[in-house]
């Protein structure tokens, strides 16, 4: 649901690459292979991660879109190329396909018989490439004072504690980049890993949940006056796209939905010469618009079905009963998909932000941006 911003991948889990084209952007803004970089190496870390992450160096490549390192205006290509290419496996045909993931599904939808095509495509190594371009997006958001940090909160139904609530972005990024698994706290990330040793003993998966904090947003971003302008409906589209993605919390939205109504608002108070909220249970949207507090958006993801212990399935060339294939999966991918989260995420931003101060030139974006917040409600202090 982007509407400025266009984004298009293409390429398979075992091709020789994964290309990108994010059109949209803004020319001016300083952008190179390694500020795409961090984000990358993110995704592939984490405590339960598979073999393939071990092969992998993902490191993003910009193509096209630049010139003397910095945007054109022009769509952004980028590839990254895949070290495990291996172009055997998708000669064996393949005809059972695995529940859970959209073999079946995409089998009967485009008449295959045989599922490669499908489990090429449809393998969540496409999220590699993602990553890539919301990088760039991220980068362009953190050049105008914006931050986007996610964590883990949950894996296995191990539940780490609320955050403390002095706590910004700093903190939070250094609590989670000392722990295996991106969870801020230390005895919770210990909890984490053993139980993703247990699972991976008995040869099982592990969803869980990830939190997205966004921070110095201005209000104003999305619209209430029509569906598919409203940013939630545009933020839940988007990281619902991520394979393993089941369900999106806003705020306090799952706890608020069993407490009486006016405990669930965020009252509007004045402090100095502004605006303050003393709770943001909202998390950062009202009617489908920021309001100027921190952006916060909860991710559960389901296990993933590829796992060492077979499932029940059918062989579509005989309707024989059978048991379904392993192939090399991680236990846990709850820690990457924090990463792709913020990708996602900053895509999504970067295209309100275009929508409402304009996408041809950088340091237009960069001016009209700030005249806005100047622009913002501001009183004497002597009358509060």
């Known amino acids: 649901m982007l509407r400025t911003l266009r984004y298009m991948t293409a390429g398979e889990s075992h091709g020789p690459m994964l290309v990108g084209i994010l059109e949209g952007m803004p020319a001016g803004l300083a952008l190179a292979d390694e500020d795409l970089s961090a984000r990358l190496r993110r995704r592939q870390g984490g405590y339960g991660r598979g073999q393939r992450m071990q092969i992998e160096t993902d490191a993003a490549r910009i193509v096209g879109g630049t010139w003397k390192g910095k945007t054109t205006g022009a769509p952004l290509a980028m590839l ?72 883990v909160v949950a894996i296995g139904g191990i539940e780490a504690p609320r955050l403390p609530s002095d706590w910004g972005p700093a903190e939070i990024e250094a609590a989670r980049d000392a722990s295996e698994v991106a969870c801020c706290d230390p005895v919770t990330s210990a909890a984490m890993t053993a139980r993703i040793d247990e699972a991976r003993a008995q040869r099982q998966s592990l969803g869980g949940r990830t939190e997205l904090i966004v921070w110095n947003l201005p209000p104003g971003l999305g619209s209430y006056v029509h569906w598919d302008r409203r ?80 499932l029940p399935t059918v062989d579509l060339d005989d309707g024989q009963p059978v048991e379904g294939r392993y192939v090399r999966s991680d236990v846990a991918i709850v820690p990457a998909a924090a990463v792709i989260a913020e990708a ?36 004497d202090e002597s009358r509060s």
């Open 80 to 151: 990254i190329e895949n070290r495990s290419s291996k172009q055997w496996r998708t000669r064996m045909r393949r005809t059972v396909p695995r529940p859970g993931h959209a073999d079946l599904a995409g089998m009967l939808k485009y008449g295959f018989d045989d599922a490669n095509p499908v489990i090429e495509r449809a393998s969540a190594r496409e999220t590699a490439m993602r990553t890539a371009l919301g990088a760039a997006a991220c980068h362009l958001l953190e050049r105008l004072g914006v931050r986007l940090t996610a964590h």
């Open 344 to 379: 996602l995420a900053g895509m999504v931003l970067v295209d309100a932000a275009l929508e409402k101060f304009g996408s041809d030139r950088f340091a237009e974006l960069e001016r009209a941006w700030q005249r806005y917040l100047e622009q913002l409600p501001q009183w």
């Open 231 to 310: 940013l939630d409906a545009r933020l839940a589209a988007m990281l619902l796209s991520i394979p393993s993605a089941k369900a999106i919390e806003l705020g306090d939205a799952i706890s608020g939905s069993a407490e009486l109504g006016a405990q669930a608002q965020d009252v509007i108070a004045r402090k100095g010469r502004g605006i303050f909220r003393p709770t943001n249970r909202a998390g950062g949207l009202e009617g489908g618009v920021t309001n100027g507090q921190p952006l916060v958006v909860r991710v559960t993801h389901k296990p993933i079905p590829t796992q060492r212990r077979p």
